[in-house]
């Protein structure tokens, strides 16, 4: 793909605001026709910038008012064993993001719960009971703010 110019750039913004838009409104925006906004979109989904859409849910409005960052250190290490323990995590509802990185910690996890209780119940009985965990320290999120991308 060529680089990306400044109309992409533009573009982009626009998706990650709401990438429901229709390239009928895209393009207005862009001061291009539909056409030409479409086969921008098509370019970028072609070439693996684009990697399909997000539907972002309101976790507090659905009744999910605690989001705690778990860091957990495996207590062995190997491929298996990192395997064992991504493919047990993901089956838990309330993890909603699974990252695996390097420092303190093997993973990070993003966990929702209906309230504090409600976390110390999915920590105790579904968490810790993973096969391989070792150390686990919790965050709990007091507010957030999103911010776009470097476009």
Avoid: C
């Avoid at 062995?76 to 509802?93: C, H, N, Q, S």
């Avoid at 007091?142 to 911010?147: D, G």
């Amino acid at each position: 793909m060529t680089p990306l110019d400044a109309t992409d750039r533009a573009l982009l913004r626009l998706l990650t605001q709401d990438a429901a838009q229709p390239a009928s409104t895209l393009g207005r925006r862009l001061e291009l026709s539909q056409p030409a906004t479409w086969r921008r979109i098509r370019r970028l989904q072609e070439a693996g910038i684009l990697a399909g859409r997000r539907l972002v849910l309101d976790a507090e409005k659905l009744g999910f008012g605690v989001t705690v960052f778990l860091g957990v250190k495996l207590a062995a290490k190997g491929a298996a064993r990192l395997e064992d323990f991504e493919r047990a995590v993901t089956a838990i509802p309330e993890v909603q993001m699974v990252e695996h990185v390097l420092g303190l910690y093997d993973y990070r996890l993003r966990v929702v719960a209906r309230d504090l209780a409600d976390f110390e119940r999915v920590l105790r009985r579904r968490i810790m009971t993973l096969p391989g965990v070792g150390n686990v320290e919790a965050n709990v999120l007091l507010s957030e703010e999103r911010r776009p991308g470097p476009l």
